[in-house]
């Protein structure tokens, strides 16, 4: 552990402290940081002190508390985020897209030849190049398609990393069979970088889910993974609802596998894919 991080770690974080970066970030993302996450709150923060210029950890609350909101605060939101991610995550829902859904989508939109993806809260950018290369292995008629595969994310920071596409040896080496990085990754120094041809099938865009949306395309796929998670639920709502404006009719909805849109949103159906469960809109 360097000085400068000990030196901020020293001092256990007060409880009006933890309760303002609680409200700090639940009222800007919608994330709740429960009660036991003072630990993850103190040493998350702890990298931020040089950044902010002062010398302590205490310093850095006071600054906070006493300015409007700035830079630093959205780097404070940032660092609090869970940006647990890995390539082909949950592989059902992959596989039910390959066995399932594209087959079934292109059928249906022969005529236009035109789908719409969107991968929301995507952090470093695992899901939708996962999605871009299943597409491209698999799907190779779609090459003259147009397809719009969106992602997005609040974080900035994992966003630039997402753009690069560069991930180190642990990354690569989780969920990603061995055959995919031959074909589609080079080596970039000690990283790994996903080819031009994937990185610019997918694009990216800065977003809170909980704000007003931007203008998006009608979704025939929206992966909402590992995020409603740390939602309370009245916010799990508003998204669901906000959710079912955007996809199409026949489209379908994925979520995290500890996640579901059973006593929350009655539009939706649950619809069993092999081992996959997708939710698609409830027909009236
Ligand atoms: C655990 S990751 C999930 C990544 C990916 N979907 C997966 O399942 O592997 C959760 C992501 O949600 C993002 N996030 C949290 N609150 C958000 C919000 N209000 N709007 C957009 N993204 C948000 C975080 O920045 C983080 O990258």
Redesign the pocket.
């Known amino acids: 552990m360097s000085t400068s991080l000990k030196v901020a770690l020293s001092m256990p974080i007060k409880d009006r402290d933890f309760q303002y970066i609680r409200t700090l970030v639940r009222s800007r993302?919608?994330?709740v940081l429960t009660e036991d996450k003072t630990y993850l709150v103190e040493s998350r923060l702890a990298f931020l002190v040089k950044e902010a210029g002062v010398s302590s950890l205490e310093k850095l609350l006071v600054k906070l508390q006493s300015e409007s909101f700035s830079t630093l605060h959205q780097h404070v939101i940032?660092a609090m985020?869970?940006?647990?991610?890995?390539f082909f995550?949950d592989i059902e829902p992959f596989e039910a897209l390959k066995e399932f859904l594209l087959p079934e989508l292109i059928e249906k939109r022969q005529s236009q030849r035109n789908l719409n993806i969107w991968?929301?809260?995507?952090?470093s950018g695992?899901?939708p190049y996962s999605i871009a290369m299943l597409i491209r292995e698999k799907f190779p008629q779609l090459a003259s398609w147009k397809i719009s595969l969106i992602a997005?994310?609040?974080?900035s920071k994992?966003l630039d990393l997402a753009r690069t596409g560069c991930y180190n040896q642990h990354q690569i080496s989780r969920g990603l069979p061995v055959e995919l990085v031959d074909k589609y990754f080079h080596r970039l120094g000690t990283e790994w970088q996903i080819d031009r041809q994937i990185r610019h099938m997918v694009e990216f865009h800065q977003?809170?889910?909980?704000e007003t949306w931007p203008l998006l395309p009608a979704m025939d796929i929206i992966?909402l993974?590992?995020?409603l998670i740390?939602f309370d639920v009245s916010t799990k709502k508003e998204i669901l609802a906000k959710v079912r404006q955007l996809l199409r009719p026949d489209g379908y909805l994925f979520l995290?596998g500890g996640e579901t849109t059973i006593n929350l949103d009655d539009g939706f159906e649950p619809v069993k894919l092999n081992k996959a469960i997708g939710y698609r809109l409830r027909k009236i």
Do not use: H, K
């Not at 985020?81 to 890995?86: A, G, R, V, Y």
């Not at 991968?119 to 952090?123: D, E, F, K, L, P």
């Not at 977003?207 to 909980?210: A, K, P, R, T």
């Open positions: 993302t919608g994330v940032e985020m869970t940006t647990e991610t890995l995550r991968s929301a809260a995507c952090s695992q899901e997005s994310d609040i974080s994992m977003f809170n889910i909980l992966f993974r590992n995020v740390y995290g």
